[in-house]
């Protein structure tokens, strides 16, 4: 008889996941790197709500999980856009190449 | 009771010429020289016909005095000063002389400022003339018909006014129309030699208000007599000073200067203020004041001394003048001084009785010089503009005013010359015309009451006639002396009409008070206590008379037998000397004035603008202390002190403070994305820090 998994490691996990995520937009400089490290945020996000959602034995928190993806898709196809724009201006994808808008 | 219906009319002889110089004011402007002048001449006719009226109700009436109240003009404190109307037989004389002389002279002025040289077809000086002559009538209504000394004054102030506007009439032209201020500066004197007199009336008024605490006439001299055996010195006073006014208005010594020079208005001007009836207000206000004069006989002596002297003096002078205006005018001051020496003596009925006469003749006389001077304007006219004698600027100054510019203007000028004949023999005394009377009423009384007056006005009597003779030889005998003079044209009848009247009135004026008859000592003596019928005296009149006869046939010696021709000097010159410099240049009295009085004044005037206004007030006060202080006050205080180092500071402090901030801040937009990134991460684990840690 499976032993249930207790709530707190899927929040360990996902807060885990999240930290690892947050980490990577901060120190990576490639837009690439930091897009996927803004999917493992959103995604550690998903666990928890997921996690959640069966604990309580609601439906609510798998529903707002369809909607994160949905939001996540939509972001990664304006962000790649935003990609493509910045490397057509600077022949190079460095985000801290784009610092000219500052006091 | 019809006559006291007549009395109620009294107010109208002051409101006849108001209306008639409302009327000019309000529609003149739509009408012609002829309807303006009617217009005025008819609101001084009518004013006579009321004036006349009264007369008659007084002589149907017993001749007391009425007075009419018309309005409350004064109440402060003890002071009630009415406008009443007082009729009585003087001020009814006075009216009818005022308004009958004015209404001619209104006539003649029609067809005189048509005709004046200066008038150029400005309808509107014309009209404001009639306008000026109007208002100098009523006026003039006012003084004679007030109740109250206040009253008197206000038409005394009024009369000279007019004078003032009337003799500065062409104000910005000599008498011979060039461009000049010789006409303002003589109405200037005119206004500032009364205001001299006008003083001397206030201090009277002034001193009867505090005496009487009244000052209508009936109060005045009902207390007269008590107060004059408590105080008598307060009558002298307001007599003396009463003097002062008469002296300015009635142009005496010493203040007769303005007088000649007001000789500048327009002829019928001269004739009417300057000759017939402002120039005797003073006589009138003597006469009025009988009942103070009488109380006091130095103020009498005074006043007859006055009288007798300025008749001498002005008469010396005339002799050597060579204007025609001139000579009459100081022949009026001298004629004045008659008067003013008959009503200081008491005389008050022969005063009155030469007042109306010499308004006949003396009117007469300025009229028919004024018919003489528009002769010898049309003659100029006629002139070819570049004649051959004289060149174009001697015509330029041509005065046609100058006696030695006239000559053999009988022939020319027929009426011109019987009027003025019949003026001059009056004026010199011969009988039977109307200043053989009255003149010799006057010396008849002097030799009884002032013996000293007497030879004083005996001589200047003598004068008199030997002036007029020379005048009247001068300007229409012999043969002209200037080319406009044998081209003089008679005036038309406009002018000629009353010149025929006034010398009728100077032919018949003496039988208002015939000797033995006495009609005007018999209508005068219900308003003038005490006076009395003077004797014919058969010594006097033939002393007089055969000085006059004299006077003129010495005349005749000088300027008659052989008369005078182009630039020939004065024959009168050689006879007299230095004496006739000394009368030809008026005794310096104008000088002696000008350097004693008026450059002191303008000495004052200047050391008050220059050192007093001009250094201390202006330059100290102004500039250096109060602008000074306040230069002070606002730049260094305020400006430097307040405003650039207080109020300064703070805003650029300010300033400066948000700059460093914002420098400070500036740091923290980098333009790195991530730093972002990290301050929102860092600022939401604060915040959920916070949450849960709470």
């Given at each position: 008889?499976?032993?249930?998994?207790?709530?707190?490691?899927?929040?360990?996990?996902?807060?885990?996941?999240?930290?690892?995520?947050?980490?990577?937009v901060?120190?990576?400089?490639?837009?690439?790197?930091?897009?996927?490290?803004?999917?493992?945020?959103?995604?550690?996000?998903?666990?928890?709500?997921?996690?959640?959602?069966?604990?309580?034995?609601?439906?609510?928190?798998?529903?707002?999980?369809?909607?994160?993806?949905?939001?996540?898709?939509?972001?990664?196809?304006?962000?790649?856009?935003?990609?493509?724009?910045?490397?057509?201006?600077?022949?190079?994808?460095?985000?801290?190449l784009?610092?000219?808008?500052?006091? | 009771?019809?006559s006291?219906?007549?009395?109620?009319?009294?107010?109208?002889?002051?409101?006849?010429?108001?209306?008639?110089?409302?009327?000019?004011?309000?529609?003149?402007?739509?009408?012609?020289?002829?309807?303006?002048?009617?217009?005025?001449?008819?609101?001084?006719?009518?004013?006579?016909?009321?004036?006349?009226?009264l007369?008659?109700?007084?002589?149907?009436?017993?001749?007391?005095?009425?007075?009419?109240?018309?309005?409350?003009?004064?109440?402060?404190?003890?002071?009630?000063?009415?406008?009443?109307f007082?009729?009585?037989?003087?001020?009814?004389?006075?009216?009818?002389?005022?308004?009958?002389?004015?209404?001619?002279?209104?006539?003649?002025?029609?067809?005189?400022?048509?005709?004046?040289?200066?008038?150029?077809?400005?309808?509107?000086?014309?009209?404001?003339?009639?306008?000026?002559?109007?208002?100098?009538?009523?006026?003039?209504?006012?003084?004679?018909?007030?109740?109250?000394?206040?009253?008197?004054?206000?038409?005394?102030?009024?009369?000279?006014?007019?004078?003032?506007?009337?003799?500065?009439?062409?104000?910005?032209?000599?008498?011979?129309?060039?461009?000049?201020?010789?006409?303002?500066?003589?109405a200037?004197?005119?206004?500032?030699?009364?205001?001299?007199?006008?003083?001397?009336?206030?201090?009277?008024?002034?001193?009867?208000?505090?005496?009487?605490?009244?000052?209508?006439?009936?109060?005045?001299?009902?207390?007269?007599?008590?107060?004059?055996?408590?105080?008598?010195?307060?009558?002298?006073?307001?007599t003396?000073?009463l003097l002062?006014?008469?002296?300015?208005?009635?142009?005496?010594?010493?203040?007769?200067?303005?007088?000649?020079?007001?000789?500048?208005?327009?002829?019928?001007?001269?004739?009417l203020?300057?000759?017939?009836?402002?120039v005797t207000?003073?006589?009138?206000?003597?006469?009025?004041?009988?009942?103070?004069?009488?109380?006091?006989?130095?103020?009498?002596?005074?006043?007859?001394?006055?009288?007798?002297?300025t008749?001498?003096?002005?008469?010396?002078?005339?002799v050597?003048?060579?204007?025609?205006?001139?000579v009459?005018?100081?022949?009026?001051?001298?004629?004045?001084?008659?008067m003013?020496?008959?009503?200081?003596?008491?005389?008050?009925?022969?005063?009155?009785?030469?007042?109306?006469?010499?308004?006949?003749?003396?009117?007469?006389?300025?009229?028919?010089?004024?018919?003489?001077?528009?002769?010898?304007?049309?003659?100029h006219h006629?002139?070819?503009?570049?004649?051959e004698?004289?060149?174009?600027?001697?015509?330029?100054?041509?005065?046609?005013?100058?006696?030695?510019?006239?000559?053999?203007?009988?022939?020319?000028?027929?009426?011109?010359f019987?009027?003025y004949?019949?003026?001059?023999?009056a004026?010199?005394g011969?009988?039977?015309?109307a200043?053989?009377?009255?003149?010799?009423?006057?010396l008849?009384?002097?030799?009884?009451?002032?013996?000293?007056?007497?030879?004083?006005?005996?001589?200047?009597?003598?004068?008199?006639?030997f002036?007029?003779g020379?005048?009247?030889?001068?300007?229409?005998?012999?043969?002209?002396?200037?080319?406009?003079?044998?081209?003089?044209?008679?005036?038309?009848?406009?002018?000629?009409?009353?010149?025929?009247?006034?010398?009728?009135?100077?032919?018949?004026?003496?039988?208002?008070?015939?000797?033995?008859?006495?009609?005007?000592t018999?209508?005068?003596?219900?308003?003038?206590?005490?006076?009395?019928?003077?004797?014919?005296n058969?010594?006097?009149?033939?002393?007089?008379?055969?000085?006059?006869?004299?006077?003129?046939?010495?005349?005749?010696?000088?300027?008659?037998?052989?008369?005078?021709?182009?630039?020939?000097?004065?024959?009168l010159?050689?006879?007299l000397?230095?004496?006739?410099?000394?009368?030809e240049?008026?005794?310096?009295?104008?000088?002696?004035?000008?350097?004693?009085?008026?450059?002191?004044?303008?000495?004052?005037?200047?050391?008050?603008?220059?050192?007093?206004?001009?250094?201390?007030?202006h330059?100290?006060?102004?500039?250096?202390?109060?602008a000074?202080?306040?230069?002070?006050?606002?730049?260094?205080?305020?400006?430097l002190?307040?405003?650039?180092?207080?109020?300064?500071a703070?805003?650029?402090g300010?300033g400066?403070?948000?700059?460093?901030?914002?420098?400070?801040?500036?740091?923290?937009?980098?333009?790195?994305v991530?730093?972002?990134?990290?301050?929102?991460?860092?600022?939401?684990?604060?915040?959920?820090?916070?949450?849960?840690?709470?």
């Amino acid at each position: 008889m499976a032993q249930t998994i207790p709530l707190s490691w899927y929040l360990a996990i996902s807060a885990l996941l999240f930290a690892m995520g947050a980490l990577g937009v901060l120190i990576r400089r490639n837009p690439l790197i930091i897009f996927m490290s803004v999917e493992l945020m959103l995604n550690s996000a998903n666990l928890a709500f997921v996690a959640f959602a069966r604990s309580f034995g609601v439906l609510t928190g798998q529903i707002f999980v369809f909607f994160v993806m949905t939001v996540s898709a939509a972001e990664v196809a304006v962000g790649l856009a935003l990609i493509i724009i910045i490397f057509r201006n600077k022949h190079s994808i460095d985000v801290d190449l784009m610092n000219s808008l500052k006091g | 009771m019809e006559s006291s219906g007549l009395f109620s009319l009294v107010p109208l002889i002051v409101f006849l010429p108001v209306a008639g110089l409302l009327t000019n004011i309000i529609f003149g402007g739509r009408m012609n020289e002829k309807a303006i002048g009617a217009i005025a001449s008819a609101a001084s006719g009518f004013a006579f016909v009321v004036a006349a009226l009264l007369g008659f109700a007084l002589w149907t009436g017993n001749g007391e005095a009425i007075v009419i109240p018309f309005a409350d003009w004064i109440h402060i404190g003890d002071l009630n000063v009415a406008w009443n109307f007082r009729v009585d037989t003087l001020s009814v004389l006075m009216m009818l002389v005022v308004s009958g002389v004015g209404t001619l002279i209104h006539i003649y002025a029609i067809g005189y400022m048509h005709e004046d040289v200066r008038f150029k077809n400005d309808i509107g000086r014309y009209r404001r003339f009639f306008v000026f002559l109007n208002l100098f009538i009523a006026m003039m209504m006012i003084l004679v018909s007030g109740d109250s000394y206040l009253m008197l004054f206000v038409g005394w102030e009024g009369v000279g006014l007019c004078s003032f506007l009337l003799i500065g009439f062409w104000y910005d032209m000599d008498t011979l129309g060039r461009p000049s201020f010789a006409n303002s500066n003589a109405a200037r004197k005119a206004f500032i030699t009364n205001r001299i007199g006008d003083f001397g009336f206030l201090i009277a008024g002034f001193a009867m208000f505090w005496a009487f605490k009244d000052l209508s006439f009936g109060g005045v001299f009902t207390q007269a007599e008590h107060i004059a055996s408590v105080a008598p010195g307060v009558i002298l006073f307001i007599t003396l000073f009463l003097l002062v006014g008469v002296a300015g208005k009635s142009a005496q010594l010493p203040l007769y200067v303005w007088l000649p020079d007001a000789m500048a208005g327009p002829t019928p001007v001269s004739a009417l203020i300057h000759a017939a009836t402002m120039v005797t207000a003073g006589v009138y206000l003597v006469a009025r004041s009988a009942p103070l004069y009488t109380l006091v006989p130095q103020a009498q002596t005074t006043v007859a001394l006055v009288g007798g002297i300025t008749a001498l003096f002005a008469a010396t002078i005339a002799v050597g003048q060579y204007d025609i205006k001139k000579v009459l005018a100081y022949s009026t001051i001298s004629q004045l001084g008659f008067m003013v020496a008959a009503v200081g003596m008491g005389a008050f009925v022969a005063g009155m009785f030469h007042l109306v006469t010499h308004a006949f003749f003396k009117a007469l006389l300025f009229l028919s010089a004024g018919s003489v001077i528009l002769g010898l304007e049309r003659g100029h006219h006629h002139l070819p503009h570049h004649a051959e004698h004289g060149s174009s600027s001697s015509e330029e100054v041509f005065d046609p005013g100058d006696m030695r510019n006239m000559g053999g203007l009988r022939k020319q000028m027929p009426v011109t010359f019987w009027v003025y004949l019949i003026g001059a023999l009056a004026l010199a005394g011969i009988f039977p015309l109307a200043g053989f009377w009255s003149k010799d009423e006057i010396l008849a009384d002097a030799f009884h009451k002032f013996p000293t007056v007497y030879w004083l006005l005996t001589v200047a009597a003598f004068l008199t006639a030997f002036y007029m003779g020379r005048q009247v030889w001068m300007v229409f005998f012999g043969k002209p002396r200037h080319a406009a003079a044998s081209h003089a044209e008679e005036s038309p009848k406009i002018i000629t009409i009353p010149l025929m009247i006034l010398a009728a009135l100077a032919i018949l004026g003496g039988s208002l008070n015939l000797p033995g008859v006495h009609s005007l000592t018999l209508w005068l003596e219900h308003t003038i206590a005490g006076v009395e019928a003077g004797e014919f005296n058969f010594l006097v009149a033939g002393l007089s008379t055969g000085l006059a006869l004299t006077a003129i046939a010495l005349s005749w010696l000088l300027y008659g037998r052989k008369p005078l021709v182009e630039g020939q000097k004065d024959p009168l010159k050689k006879l007299l000397g230095p004496l006739f410099t000394v009368f030809e240049r008026k005794y310096w009295v104008d000088e002696a004035y000008w350097a004693v009085f008026v450059n002191r004044y303008v000495d004052i005037s200047r050391f008050l603008a220059d050192v007093i206004d001009g250094r201390f007030w202006h330059d100290f006060i102004h500039e250096k202390v109060i602008a000074g202080t306040y230069n002070w006050l606002s730049r260094t205080v305020l400006d430097l002190r307040v405003d650039q180092q207080f109020i300064d500071a703070i805003a650029n402090g300010l300033g400066e403070l948000t700059k460093r901030i914002s420098s400070g801040l500036r740091r923290l937009q980098n333009g790195f994305v991530r730093s972002y990134a990290l301050a929102v991460l860092a600022g939401v684990v604060v915040i959920l820090g916070y949450l849960i840690l709470k």
